[in-house]
């Protein structure tokens, strides 16, 4: 291995150390506000007198977020560190050679070698899934999950991850082999249309596989919902119900599907937990993202970001591959013992883009906040849910700077509330930024 390549694996190693420090001291700094000093208080309607108030974080709440960063930083060494040992250790090209050894064909050859790399992956990082999808939840009251649902759930994604994975990996390399200039615009133009596909069926055949999609039991509610849609220019849109309570006491909602498979979904916990008034603002706030197409922008800004993405890792893995003297056992990219420095690249590459595309996922959750509030006209309501929302899943309303930049694709909670607090165009008869929508 030539000493440039040394070199940049000492530097980058450097680097993340450093991230790792700067989420510690970011955190720190954040945590010690909020149990010193954290006041949040403002008046939510003009001149009524009425105020809204944010609590005084707990101390289980301060613990919890300690232990997610500490799940995440773990997450974030694990997927670089397990790949790594693939490739330092000869394990990527002994595996390469056992999948050789049972089939001559280049289809099979690469299915056997993905199916035992992904389940050795899946077996390594089994352990801090379930810890941190499992154990700490129960910890903290956010789970009702029985061990066997959770054993369950993780063959399915298993499952799922297996055969997906197994029907999609020999197009990179198929390209490669083909074209080992343009593989990665031929790759990432090829993603759209495989990111679409899976939208438009993961209502309709992967979703229901975790979760029972049943029609709503509140049919007056129901009926709001309806009457709240028939409102904007969506269309038909159904709606549904799922029974998260089996899993979980937090609330969500989502909207899904694309084309004749949208639909609105409701955790019965949210509707359980929350009032009509409530419901409908959540409900207004999904209706946005579909109607102002942050659906589609988000398919087109994923396949646009993978074409970039998917250059860099053929640049970057074709210097590794010449700088590393033969030290990996394979020197052509073609190679399949070459899927853990492109899992890892593209591990790293995604890393440093995640607070990019963080950003930009903020605005469109900012924008359907601001679409809610322009559909409802219910401040009160939408402060109040966000509040709820937040508070009943121990989740802080400030975050240290370095952990919202890699994990908020929405703002934060208080940032919310403040911006409900503030939105009021109709008050002041100023037009509406999405009346277009409303009829």
């Known amino acids: ?156 994604s298993y499952s799922i991850g297996i055969l997906s994975g197994a029907l999609f990996i020999w197009i990179p390399y198929l390209l490669i082999r083909k074209s080992p200039d343009y593989w990665w615009l031929q790759l990432g133009i090829l993603i759209i249309p495989i990111i679409f596909f899976v939208t438009f069926i993961s209502p309709v055949y992967i979703d229901p596989l975790f979760n029972k999609y049943e029609k709503m039991q509140d049919t007056v509610l129901e009926q709001k919902i309806y009457d709240e849609i028939s409102k904007t220019t969506i269309g038909n849109s159904k709606v549904y119900q799922i029974n998260k309570s089996v899993d979980t006491k937090e609330m969500n909602a989502y909207m899904t599907g694309v084309l004749n498979t949208k639909r609105i979904v409701l955790w019965d916990t949210t509707i359980k937990n929350l009032n009509q008034r409530e419901v409908l603002c959540i409900v207004a706030h999904e209706m946005g993202h579909y109607l102002m197409g942050h659906v589609w922008k ?56 995640t607070p990019l595309s963080n950003a930009y996922s903020r605005y469109t959750e900012m924008e359907a906040d601001r679409f809610e509030l322009e559909l409802t006209k219910d401040n009160e309501a939408s402060i109040s849910s966000t509040i709820k929302l937040h508070e009943e899943s121990l989740v802080l309303p400030t975050t240290g700077v370095v952990y919202k930049l890699w994990n908020y694709t929405h703002p934060t909670f208080q940032e919310r509330v403040e911006f409900a607090n503030k939105y009021k165009p109709w008050e002041e008869n100023k037009p509406l930024k999405y009346g277009k929508y409303i009829k």
């Open 298 to 353: 988000a398919i087109i800004f994923a396949g646009a970001s993978f074409i970039l993405i998917l250059y860099l890792i053929n640049k970057s893995a074709i210097w590794i591959l010449n700088k590393s003297g033969g030290v990996f056992g394979f020197t052509k990219l073609h190679d399949i013992a070459s899927i853990p420095l492109i899992i890892l690249l593209v591990n790293i590459f995604i890393f440093v883009a």
């Open 1 to 156: 291995m030539k000493k440039e390549l040394t070199v940049s694996i000492i530097i980058f190693i450097c680097l993340m150390i450093g991230f790792l420090f700067s989420v510690k001291i970011t955190e720190e700094q954040n945590n010690k506000s909020l149990v010193q000093n954290y006041t949040y208080s403002s008046e939510y309607r003009k001149g009524n007198g009425s105020y809204t108030q944010i609590a005084k974080p707990s101390e289980k709440a301060i613990e919890y977020q300690q232990k997610k960063v500490a799940v995440w930083i773990t997450r974030i060494v694990l997927s670089m560190i397990i790949p790594a040992v693939f490739l330092f250790s000869g394990l990527s090209s002994s595996m390469r050679n056992w999948a050789q050894n049972k089939s001559s064909m280049f289809l099979t050859t690469i299915i056997l070698y993905f199916a035992l790399y992904y389940t050795i992956s899946s077996l390594l990082t089994m352990p801090l899934d379930y810890y941190s999808s499992y154990v700490l939840k129960h910890a903290y009251g956010l789970s009702n999950q029985t061990f066997g649902k959770w054993v369950s759930d993780f063959f399915k």
